[in-house]
Nanobody, 115 residues
Framework: QVQLVESGGGLVQAGGSLRLSCAAS????????MGWYRQAPGKQRDLVAT???????NYADAVKGRFTISRGNTKNMVYLQMNSLKPEDTAVYYC?????????WGQGTQVTVSS
């Protein structure tokens, strides 16, 4: 079993930056990739960015060039650096872990970008 805990959300003005953190615990050796998803009110949960065990990254078109996903040295931490934030980035951001036939999710952290 894997537990994911996010932190770092909050309220920021448009053009500002935030850094989200995700701490994984438990059977982290079973995680093949990690990433971030987001869900705005009334909308589906969408992919933001992923990073594989080997370090390959993938981004949604809407965040390319503004967001950066990275892993910590201890491999149990994943970060999302968000720059040039826009009001449309407002959402609950969820940390995600891909295991062997199992998906893991954090509880989510709210990011609100004011105009």
């Amino acid at each position: 079993q894997v537990q994911l805990v996010e932190s770092g959300g909050g309220l920021v003005q448009a053009g500002g930056s935030l850094r989200l953190s995700c701490a994984a615990s438990g059977s982290i050796f079973s995680i093949n990739a990690m990433g971030w998803y987001r869900q705005a009110p009334g909308k589906q949960r969408d992919l933001v960015a992923t990073i594989s065990r080997g370090g390959s990254t993938n981004y949604a078109d809407a965040v390319k060039g503004r967001f950066t996903i990275s892993r910590g040295n201890t491999k149990n931490m994943v970060y999302l650096q968000m720059n040039s934030l826009k009001p449309e980035d407002t959402a609950v951001y969820y940390c995600y872990g891909l295991g062997h036939g199992t998906d893991y999710w954090g509880q989510g952290t709210q990011v609100t970008v004011s105009s």
